[in-house]
Antibody
Framework: EVQLVETGGGLVQPGGSLRLSCAAS????????MHWVRRDPGKGLVWVSR????????AYADSVKGRFTISRDNTKNTLYLQMNSLRVEDTAVYYC??????????????WGQGTLVTVSS | DIVMTQSPDSLAVSLGERATINCKSS????????????LAWYQQRPGQPPKVLIY???TRASGVPDRFSGSGSGTDFTLTISSLQAEDVAVYYC?????????FGQGTKLEI
């Protein structure tokens, strides 16, 4: 069974940093692109970032570019999101999600349970 | 960037009745390699992560009840629940996975 478990969320002050982790199991982690998506309070889902299977290519939403860094360790089957210069508007539940397959199968399946990040003074 | 717009924002439907949610993309999301639209629908129940219901605009994901169906092409897409069940109370999102940023619609809250 494919499982994704996020950790690392919590309360942080504006301007602070946090690193999220997503432990993957049940599939060959190094074969799949991975994503971070957040659900803003009172709003909807917002795609945050993605990384290709070997970590050599990344992409970011404009709202986090230059502040967030996605990375992965395929030897540990773990995805990361380093979040710096956090803002109040980064408050959200953060999910990691697996790309469904190869060759255009870019939908997200499955998703982790999420970890809550609260940015507040 | 591709913008996804859903309607309505919220919807109340009686048990056993049909629910229809619309999604419009600001440009084509057609994947030329297989001539299919890169459009997915997700269901997010309260307290749960999102779950894919439909991909390639019309293909039901494994284990999804057949009362859920996706239709449309080009830039206009629809999710239909043919006979609403209590467990279908959720927020529904469309998403284009054609190119980054992989935009979601704003969500449609479905209530009984």
């Amino acid at each position: 069974e494919v499982q994704l478990v996020e950790t690392g969320g919590g309360l942080v002050q504006p301007g602070g940093s946090l690193r999220l982790s997503c432990a993957a199991s049940g599939f060959i982690f190094g074969n799949y692109w991975m994503h971070w998506v957040r659900r803003d309070p009172g709003k909807g889902l917002v795609w945050v970032s993605r990384i290709n299977s070997d970590g050599t290519s990344t992409a970011y939403a404009d709202s986090v570019k230059g502040r967030f860094t996605i990375s992965r360790d395929n030897t540990k089957n773990t995805l990361y999101l380093q979040m710096n210069s956090l803002r109040v508007e980064d408050t959200a539940v953060y999910y990691c999600a697996k790309r469904a397959g190869l060759e255009g199968k870019n939908w997200f399946d499955p998703w982790g349970q999420g970890t809550l990040v609260t940015v507040s003074s | 960037d591709i913008v996804m717009t859903q309607s309505p924002d919220s919807l109340a439907v009686s048990l056993g009745e049909r629910a229809t949610i619309n999604c419009k993309s600001s440009q084509s999301v057609l994947y030329s390699s297989n001539n299919k639209d890169c459009l997915a629908w997700y269901q997010q129940r309260p307290g749960q992560p999102p779950k894919v219901l439909i991909y390639w605009a019309t293909t039901r994901a494994s284990g999804v009840p057949d009362r859920f169906s996706g239709s449309g092409s080009g830039t206009d897409f629809t999710l239909t629940i043919s006979s609403l069940q209590a467990e279908d109370v959720a927020v529904y999102y469309c998403q284009q996975y054609y190119d980054t940023p992989y935009a979601f619609g704003q969500g449609t809250k479905l209530e009984i």
